[in-house]
């Protein structure tokens, strides 16, 4: 069975940082570009940056670019989600996902529906 579990979320002020992690089994893990998306509610899942199966090459949507960091490691089947100067607007629900990419070495896609698996997703509230 396929599992994908967030943590670190909570409550951070303004102009905080968080560091996100996901941890992931059930799945070859080298075989799968991760993504972080987040969620506001009332919004559309918003996608916030991918990573390669194997690190090498990284995509970020322009809302973080500058100021969050992804990470995984293969060995330990983790993606991590650094993100500094965090403002109230981005208080959401934060999820990371699985796309299977076999032996490409893109990132994941922005678009949701193109992931295989999903975590529950962790709450970050950023209070003014």
């Known amino acids: 069975q396929v599992q994908l579990v967030e943590s670190g979320g909570g409550l951070v002020q303004a102009g905080g940082s968080l560091r996100l992690s996901c941890r992931t089994s059930?799945?070859?893990?080298?075989?799968?570009?991760t993504t972080w998306f987040r969620q506001a509610p009332g919004k559309e899942r918003e996608f916030l940056a991918s990573?390669?199966?194997?690190?090498?090459?990284?995509y970020y949507a322009g809302s973080v670019k500058g100021r969050s960091t992804i990470a995984r490691d293969n060995a330990k089947n983790t993606i991590d989600l650094q993100i500094n100067s965090l403002k109230p607007e981005e208080t959401a629900i934060y999820y990371c996902?699985?796309?299977?990419?076999?032996?490409?070495?893109?990132?994941?896609?922005?678009?949701?529906?193109?992931?295989?698996?999903w975590g529950q997703g962790t709450q970050v509230t950023v209070s003014s």
């Open positions: 059930g799945l070859t893990f080298n075989h799968y570009a």
């Open positions: 990573i390669s199966w194997d690190g090498s090459a990284t």
């Open positions: 996902a699985a796309r299977n990419v076999q032996n490409t070495y893109s990132p994941g896609p922005s678009t949701p529906v193109a992931y295989d698996y």
